[in-house]
């Protein structure tokens, strides 16, 4: 939906219909059958409510009013999880801050809530079921026993939000876990969005491992009986699928774990009239702060002696298998040297040609 430039938004539980509709024409909101485990019943019992009995105005009415057996406390969740409870949060209130101020907030209280609405809406003896307000009532005048520690915008993790979203719904709505590694990806100068047609004869792609397939060559050949793999890596916008050949694929093995967030470099290549990748190796994007890609490349935008020496005793105190070039302008010529040291490329590297307006990449700049 990015490429075409539509907005998702998430379910809620006091506006979505049982499907996707359209807000504007540039909107469309996810309906409530896409939350995973709610089911059929479940949907049709909370919009029945809804039309019957009116929007629900707090966290607590909505568990009070639709039947636990149709939304138990892990579809209750699960609904926390995908956005469909946000525009009622403030209505939700706890000991202390008579507030869930957000869906971190009310997923770690989830279960203490839903066990304290489930111990005041129990029937006792031949009494009839309190009302929601009754309820309401004393839940407000308890003392329940919540976590409600504030978080601000900044401090909430909005890709484990997206992850969340993903989990439930199938989606990412709110981020996407690939926006994480954005400095990374410019690095790379990975693809994102390009289409089969249009690839380079060579290129990297930035995403999550999405899939793999194992296979074994049975033809005739210098291969035959050796492992090749098919792997998809997943982009914000879209998949690539490509082909590892055997020897490929066995230096790639241990980057390649659905959910991996790795950088392909491929070749453009063709079968049977059809645009294919071809893949040269898989990385990490990150490696626990080390980079581990072939090659760098430093672009200074003048000769400084004192950049250069401090550039120096840095590759000198974290040797690796990183190839390092220097590309520098010195008057009207573009000079590229290759360092006569291997390092292991790190972010105390990156952040110091950073501070010092100096272009690092994986790739030739």
Sequence with gaps: MMKHNINLLPPLVTLSDIHFTMTDKDTIRFGLAAIKGLGEKGVEAIIADRDSRGVYQSVEEFRIRVPATLCNKSIMAALAKCGAFDDILNGTTCRWCKQFNNRLTL??????LCEEIGRHTKKKGKKDKPTVDQVLDKLHNGLIDFD?????????????????EKETLNYFISAHPIDAYIEEIERWTAIQDTEMEDLPSEFYIAGFIGSFHETIIKKEGRNKGKAMAFVTVETAYRSY???????????????I????????????DSYKGNVTIQGVYIRHMTNSGIRDCPECHIRLNSV???DLIQLKSLFSQHPGMTKVFIH?????????????????????IIDFCKINNM???????
Excluded at 328 to 348: K, P, Q, S
């Design 107 to 112: 997923v770690n209280n989830m279960d203490n």
């Design 148 to 164: 409600c520690t504030y978080y601000s915008d900044d401090q909430v993790d909005k890709i484990e939000y997206a992850n969340w």
């Design 241 to 255: 699928e490509a082909t590892l050949f055997p020897g490929i694929y066995e230096s790639c093995m241990p980057y």
């Design 257 to 268: 774990k659905v959910g991996n967030p790795v950088v392909l470099k491929g070749k453009r």
């Design 304 to 306: 400084n002696i004192l």
């Design 328 to 348: 520098v302008i010195d008057g009207y010529y573009d000079m590229t040297v290759e360092c006569d040291t291997n390092i292991a490329l790190n972010d105390r």
């Design 359 to 365: 272009k690092i990449a994986y790739k030739p700049i």
